[in-house]
């Protein structure tokens, strides 16, 4: 099946038909290094895997750039108050250099934790200040923007087709009381270039700043992915990405700058994530729901088993958050950990030869669906459960699968260190748990103990460990 992917452009799943045979450029937005990243902002990381995986996997050569924000992004998504790196900076006595440097750090430990392939060109927003100024002055020559006291705008009355994609309400955006006005002549303009704060003011002391055409300050958080983005794939491109979050503001601003300067379009498909939430609340860092994959360890989860939680979700529907539900991915990882290792085969360099076209075809089917990697689990299970496959070609299948689901499956078979014997118990005490056989299933549970091991019962399975 050819590959279909949902486009917040025309609100439709369109087939994929890349701008160059077989290549293709995919722009992330990537994490503001003030803090910690959350598990939200990782679900969309994840997604954005997957996406450049399939991509792979449907034999493109992928471009990827996902930039690292280190100055601009304000306090409120919109122009105001402080810039977050350097209220950080401030707050924990450090420089704004020293924290984005740091966060940097902790944000690529953490995909690498969850085994998310890095952009091969991961641009950092301070890098490329002459980039953005060159980009304002073009906008500036086009007659897009004006001066108030404290910044360029960009005058989103002279891009006709500002709110185009998702077809956001730009009048309702208007009348929202989100957006402040101040001096601006629109709701929706938004800063290119802000001064730096006179001395004598609160945040007079900025760290990050530079001399530009017009007086010394810092770019507006936008127009760095519409820089980087010309500078390394250029433009059009194939894929832009992001959390939907960046919908309404972010994402169109990107567009009407970089549509503005060079009349083209930006990129051709726009792919957005659902929200990770809790409690029906979207998770945030200016929330206190904010959970970090540090935490997620500290609790005794394994960064793949936040993974799989995650791809048994569709990306673009909303995933809530519960420990419960983090419980019963473990198990649900675990088990199927479990499923291949007790697969007779034991040949790990499996050739190609081995994958059995009728499930291949059948999981592409499923991931090829716009990422439906929920119903690519599920044919994975199908196929454990076939009695039509052998276990080497089940295997080697699996080990094909995985090159997109990136769980780890072959580490896994490496580094389990429960015996295959201790295994085959506790699938047998399972089966008869299922048949509510619970005399049977106190007996294995007794010869498990008695062998050395721990046994728990999950919602989904059961867990084992060494006692
Ligand atoms: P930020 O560091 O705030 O720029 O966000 C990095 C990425 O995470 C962006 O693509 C956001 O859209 C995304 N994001 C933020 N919050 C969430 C959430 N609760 N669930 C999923 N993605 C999110
Ligand atoms: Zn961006």
Known sequence: M?????????LKKEEFKPLKNKKVGLYTCGPTVYNFVHIGNLRTFIFEDILRRTLEHNNYQVK????????????????????????????QKKTAWDIAKFYTQEFKKDIADLNIEPAQIMPRATDHIKEQMALIKILEKKGFTYKTSDGIYFDTSKF????????????????????????KKHHTDFALWKFSPQLGSRQAHRQMEWSSPWGIGFPGWHIECSAMAVKYLSQPFDIHTGGIDHIPIHHQNEIAQSEGAYDKPLANYWMHGEFLVIDKKKMAKSESNFITLKILKEQGYHPLVYRFFVLNAHYRTQLNFSWEAMESAQAGLEHLYNQVSNLKSKNLKL???NIDKKFKQKFLNAINDDLNTPKALAVMQE?????????????????????ILGLKIKESLVSIKIPEKIKKIAEERLEARQNKDWNKSDILRKKINQLGFKIKDTKDGYTLKKS
């Open 351 to 353: 050739t190609s030869k």
């Open 2 to 10: 050819a590959l279909k992917l949902y486009n917040t452009l025309s």
């Open 64 to 91: 990827h750039v996902m930039n690292i924000t280190d100055v601009g992004h304000l306090v409120s998504d919109e122009n105001e108050g402080e810039d977050k790196i350097e209220k950080s900076a401030r707050e």
């Open 160 to 183: 006709k087709k500002y709110g185009k994609l998702g077809k956001v309400n730009i009048k309702g955006l208007k009348a929202g009381a989100r957006i402040k006005k101040g001096d």
């Open 383 to 403: 196929l454990l459960k076939s009695r039509l496959v052998t276990d080497d070609c089940k295997l080697a299948t699996i080990l094909d699968f995985d090159k």
